[in-house]
């Protein structure tokens, strides 16, 4: 039941490198709560994801951002009040939220990344160039979550020893001490298993042939060829000066005009669409009503 996942991998790949660098390469808090809204919609419609896990711990991060670069940054023309003796500026808090926003928008499409970017796909990219590389860059993306549900066992077989009450912070230590030296010698042992099970199956010797179902087909090609357009369109655009903003020494709107417009639109059209792939999967999956 997913339509964007089973795309081929280099679509998928080529997406998310697209959507990422237009994050990176632009400054406009507009763009950014696009981008934001786009990834939540992503990871609303994916089966296996929560966006409350992820907005939980991310938003504090936001909110401490979003605050301390205007007590840092006393650059702008248009002060607002004093606060121990400095000016706070409109802009500086304007650029706190804005920069924000962005590194919300680049932690939210990472966990996109992750939830449909998979190693198996991940390899069979750049198995063939990089194979050391490749491997590498897919176990340390795999190594936190693999580490978190490790944790998660670990906590719940101690909870079924018969351990004395920890009432005091010193017991509190002891116990998480060596609950990490635990999961650390369970991630090395792990870690050397795995090292030693791809090398005894003749991983990275050039002549090893690999077996994978990616073909490409039709949907892929239409595809990439909707995303070549729309990375034109912002890509041009961007080039040209739109989709960024000036916040120093005063704030430029930068949100009007016919091309910002088209910008907008375009760039919505492409952060919305494997959402609206998966979502219309979804909804043609439920059609057939087979839920007993």
Not at 8 to 33: A, E, K, T
Not at 189 to 202: H, I, P, W
Not at 204 to 216: A, D, E, Q, V
Request: proline share 3%; with cysteine; glycine share 6%.
């Amino acid at each position: 039941m997913s339509d964007f996942k089973n795309l081929h991998p280099v679509c998928i790949f080529s997406y998310f490198v697209v959507v990422i660098g237009m994050i990176l390469v632009c400054n406009d808090p507009l763009l950014m709560v696009i981008a934001c809204a786009g990834a939540a919609f992503l990871l609303g419609t994916t089966e296996k994801s929560d966006i409350k896990k992820h907005i939980k711990w991310m938003l504090p991060l936001l909110i401490l951002i979003a605050i301390a670069n205007p007590l840092v940054n006393h650059r702008g023309v248009t002060r607002l009040f004093v606060l121990f003796d400095q000016w706070i500026t409109l802009e500086a808090v304007c650029y706190g939220v804005s920069s924000a926003l962005s590194l919300a928008a680049v932690i939210l499409w990472f966990c996109c990344y992750q939830e449909i970017m998979t190693s198996d796909k991940f390899l069979y990219i750049f198995g063939k160039i990089a194979p050391a590389c490749a491997l590498l860059v897919s176990m340390a993306l795999a190594f936190v979550p693999k580490l978190q549900k490790q944790l998660e066992q670990i906590l719940e077989c101690r909870q079924m020893m018969p351990l004395q009450e920890e009432n005091r912070l010193k017991d509190k230590i002891y116990t998480a001490i060596r609950n990490v030296s635990i999961l650390l010698g369970w991630s090395l042992e792990n870690t050397v298993e795995q090292a030693d099970s791809m090398k005894a199956r003749g991983y990275g010797i050039k002549k090893r042939t690999t077996f994978h179902l990616f073909r490409i087909r039709r949907r892929d090609v239409i595809f990439l060829a909707v995303l070549l357009v729309e990375t034109g369109i912002c890509l041009g655009l961007r080039i040209l000066g739109y989709g960024t903003m000036e916040f120093y020494p005063r704030i430029v709107d930068t949100f009007s005009g016919k091309w910002n417009g088209l910008f907008y639109l375009t760039f919505l059209l492409l952060v919305v669409l494997p959402g609206i792939m998966e979502w219309k999967e979804e909804m043609v999956w439920r059609s057939y009503n087979l839920n007993p």
